[in-house]
């Protein structure tokens, strides 16, 4: 496929990164929706937009790092 070749990519290994950023941004997102309707629920440090910025850098990083092989 066109895409995982542009990114030096097998279909597992893109699989697995794609799927556990899914899984991370459900999570984060869950955690907002719920402190959205119960503010008193406070967002765990892991998820919170700080977490959130520190991971999606280091996904870029990872993303860029890739390009270069």
């Known amino acids: 496929m066109k895409h995982l070749k542009e990114n030096n990519e097998s279909y597992i290994s893109h ?7 899914g899984i991370y941004l459900s999570l984060v997102s869950t955690f907002f ?3 959205s309707l119960f503010p008193f629920v406070k967002i765990p ?3 919170n937009l700080e977490a959130l910025k520190r991971r999606v850098d280091s996904w870029n ?3 860029k790092e890739r390009l270069k092989k």
């Open 45 to 47: 440090k892991d998820y």
């Open 15 to 21: 699989m697995l990164f794609a799927g556990k950023i």
């Open 33 to 35: 929706v719920v402190h």
């Open 61 to 63: 990083k990872y993303s």
